[in-house]
């Protein structure tokens, strides 16, 4: 079946303008996250989506990130005011649901976002 | 102390070796255990999941050690193919931590 898709691939994006990224999950996955890996770095978690449950946003650096989730299934992270910093790849994973301990997750290609 | 700790390697062995890493975790509380693979460039695929009574998959050994709060991957006769990057993840309830990766190169 699909994996995990994500788009764009690629963003590159001027200091100060806002990006939506784009994820869809494998059907039937109800778990969600959104992860962010800078260059040599290992994954950092942003957020977390569980059915219809109040979002995990703790990972969130600061308020100019923000993401949604429709319907259980299509997520969009948005980066408002972006800044250099932000320049990374923002990797989506889905999971079946998580009921009391975390399942295998399976991660999308990535979006490589760029802020010149 | 991080939550989850690799050695960062890389570790250069040849083809044919056998190889080991560990990973240690400081949340005793941690209750789900997996090992991802990241080749260069591409996202983290899962490698296998580590069980308390320890699993083997072909060439692939994992072990969880609770007592010491680490998890360990053995891989023998190791491939040209298998170099890439070895994620440790430790997870409470649904929140995964992932640790930095061990860089493994098999040259020929």
């Known amino acids: 079946g699909a994996g995990v898709s994500q788009s764009p691939s690629n963003k590159v994006t001027e200091k100060g303008k806002d990006v939506e990224l784009r994820c869809d999950p494998i059907?039937?996955?109800?778990?969600l996250y959104w992860y962010r890996q800078s260059l040599g770095q290992g994954l950092e978690f942003l957020i977390y989506f569980q059915g219809n449950s109040a979002p995990d946003k703790s990972g969130l650096p600061s308020d100019r990130f923000s993401a949604e989730r429709t319907g259980g299934s299509v997520s969009t992270l948005t980066i408002q005011r972006t800044q250099q910093e932000d320049s990374a790849v923002y990797l989506c994973?889905?999971?079946?649901?998580?009921?009391?301990?975390?399942?295998?997750?399976?991660f999308g290609p990535g979006t490589r976002l760029t802020v010149t | 102390r991080k939550e989850v700790e690799q050695d960062p390697g890389p570790f250069n062995v040849p083809e044919g070796a056998t190889v080991a890493f560990n990973c240690t975790y400081s949340n005793s509380a941690s209750q789900s255990f997996f090992w991802y693979r990241q080749d260069c460039r591409k996202e983290p695929k899962l490698l296998m999941s580590v069980y308390s009574s320890g699993n083997e998959d072909g060439r692939f050994t994992a072990q969880l050690n609770r007592a010491s709060q680490y998890i360990s991957l053995l891989i023998r006769d190791s491939k040209l193919s298998d170099s890439a990057t070895y994620l440790c993840?430790?997870?409470?309830?649904?929140?995964?931590?992932f640790g930095r990766g061990t860089s493994l190169i098999v040259h020929p």
């Open positions: 993840v430790v997870a409470h309830w649904y929140r995964p931590t």
């Open positions: 059907s039937g996955h109800t778990a």
């Open positions: 994973a889905s999971s079946l649901p998580n009921t009391g301990e975390a399942y295998e997750q399976y």
